[in-house]
């Protein structure tokens, strides 16, 4: 059996779909990961083989301003997993981020290029990765702007200011590949079916600035919009993001068997899912 903790949210509900009856899930109400006992004590009850952890303090800019609350969860919840999961002999698959990178190489990041986080995001996303170590038996997947029918996103928040203005900025010198959590969830399900372990890097294909992703979300869902560019720098976040943090995802290929579709092809069947779904 297969354990998604973090159910609920965007990519758990996802792979709880897509995992059907191989699955299980628990949600904060089951299960806090920061408080080992409580970890241990699921774990031990359950007792899975797998365990994918898609739970997360995800708001890049709250982690500045809660860094202790980040990395309790972030960090030392993933420890508590690693330690649980060592303990029953499971194996962990931890869902880990971009963020980890400075956005400096300049070239699609590969597995082992060293990381080099500018947030507290990056660094507590960082410190769970070294967590997850703790366990020999660990599945580290590195992934990036993330969207889903199942949480906030940059493509409902687009979606929803379109229906405000007709006109927008968005930066236009951060550059990554948009990434579709069905997509994501597929890629996980094809490194745990095929036994895979270490660090591994899975985003829809080809990349684009948030800019060009707004233009095309726009152009997709049939909405006239102007959308201005802006630099990162205009935009003035609390926490520091990488510029261009695409990542390379020749090794899930190779290793997998799994080639993620291109993120405009993905786009396109979000939005058509979700009309369909609304």
């Known amino acids: 059996m297969i354990l998604v903790v973090g159910a609920n949210g965007m990519l758990g509900r996802d792979l709880m779909t897509l995992l059907c009856d191989r699955a299980r899930g628990v949600d904060i109400d089951d299960i806090d990961i920061t408080d080992l006992q409580s970890t241990e004590r699921v774990l031990r009850a359950l007792h899975p083989s797998v365990v994918v952890n898609c739970a997360a303090y995800t708001d890049v800019d709250g982690c500045e301003a809660h860094a202790e ?3 309790q969860v972030n960090g030392e919840g993933v420890a508590h997993l690693a330690m649980a999961t060592r303990e029953i002999g499971a194996r962990l ?3 880990s ?19 080099h986080p500018l947030s507290v995001y990056g660094e507590s996303k960082l410190a769970g990765e070294m967590n997850a170590a703790f366990n020999p038996e660990h599945l580290i997947v590195r992934t990036q702007w993330l969207y889903g029918l199942h949480g906030k996103n940059f493509v409902e928040t687009m979606l929803r200011l379109a229906e405000e203005k007709d006109e927008l900025s968005v930066v236009d010198d951060q550059i990554g590949s948009p990434t579709w959590t069905v997509d994501l969830a597929r890629a996980i399900v094809a490194l745990i079916d095929k036994g895979c372990r ?4 899975a985003a829809n294909a080809e990349f684009c600035s948030w800019n060009g992703f707004a233009k095309a979300i726009f152009e997709e869902a049939g909405l006239k919009v102007a959308v201005r ?3 990162t720098d205009q935009l003035n976040r609390p926490a520091r993001r990488p510029l261009y943090s695409t990542l390379d995802c020749g090794k899930l290929e190779r290793d ?12 396109k069947s979000y939005l058509k899912l979700r009309n369909h779904a609304g």
Do not use: C, N
């Open 69 to 71: 609350r980040a990395m």
């Open 93 to 95: 698959v931890q869902i």
């Open 97 to 115: 981020t971009d963020y980890v990178f400075d956005g400096g190489k300049g070239s699609p990041y590969l597995e082992d290029d060293p990381p």
């Open 198 to 201: 270490g660090v591994y890097h």
């Open 229 to 231: 560019p802006m630099t």
């Open 256 to 267: 997998a068997g799994f080639r993620p579709q291109p993120w405009r092809d993905a786009l």
